[in-house]
């Protein structure tokens, strides 16, 4: 079982990263916000999970191990295949999926590429006690007002970004922007803006 990867960055697609360690080339699957922030010739790791088909053997790569976590919880459901369970890790958060689930919302699950309303109740009702939001962790320690925060990952998202990338750059330009900027949407919007640079929609 290759259980986690560590080298340096060979090539970076939408959805895929190579990884070269120890001279062999190992192609990742990978969620979208670490293949947005993926860069030819710096060194990345990975936690991953290899999936073992009749026709294939697959890496499936997560830069926190919670992810990792979370995938093997979703594959796990009736209809939710690797890909899929990818999918959902591209467009929301550990925490949003915790929160989804807690909160019996499939809402967030539909708005996944691949994902029909059956599957998305399936994840919610088959997940139900596995997983639990981490209530600091969404936000972090920003000193910024919560409502602010979610008004620009809001409008973050509307721009194309998913939500889970909106979210987390968010809260990250939060935690980094000066008092004058927590205080309104327009400037720290500007501020995660400049961070995310162009979207990838």
């Not at 970004?161 to 500007?190: C, I």
């Amino acid at each position: 079982m290759i259980s986690s990867l560590h080298g340096a960055v060979l090539h970076s697609t939408a959805d895929q990263v190579i990884i070269d360690v120890g001279g062999v080339g190992f192609s990742v699957a990978v969620p979208a916000d670490v293949a947005h922030t993926a860069t030819v010739g710096e060194r990345l790791l990975l936690h991953t999970s290899l999936i073992v088909r009749e026709d294939a053997l697959s890496l499936y790569g997560f830069a926190d191990r919670s992810e990792l976590e979370i995938f093997g919880l979703l594959i796990s459901v009736t209809g939710v295949g690797p890909k899929s369970a990818l999918g959902v890790l591209s467009h929301l958060t550990v925490d949003q999926i915790a929160d989804a689930v807690t909160g019996e919302d499939d809402a967030p699950f539909r708005r996944v590429s691949g994902i029909g309303p059956k599957t998305a109740k399936l994840i919610v009702l088959q997940l139900a006690g596995k997983v639990h939001p981490v209530s600091a962790a969404s936000t972090k320690i920003t000193n910024a007002p919560v409502d602010v925060v979610d008004q620009v990952a809001a409008a973050l998202v509307g721009l194309g970004w998913s939500e889970k990338v909106a979210a987390e750059a968010a809260a990250q330009t939060a935690a980094e922007a000066t008092d004058a900027e927590r205080d309104s949407v327009a400037p720290l919007l500007r501020r995660t803006l400049a961070l995310l640079g162009p979207a990838r929609v």
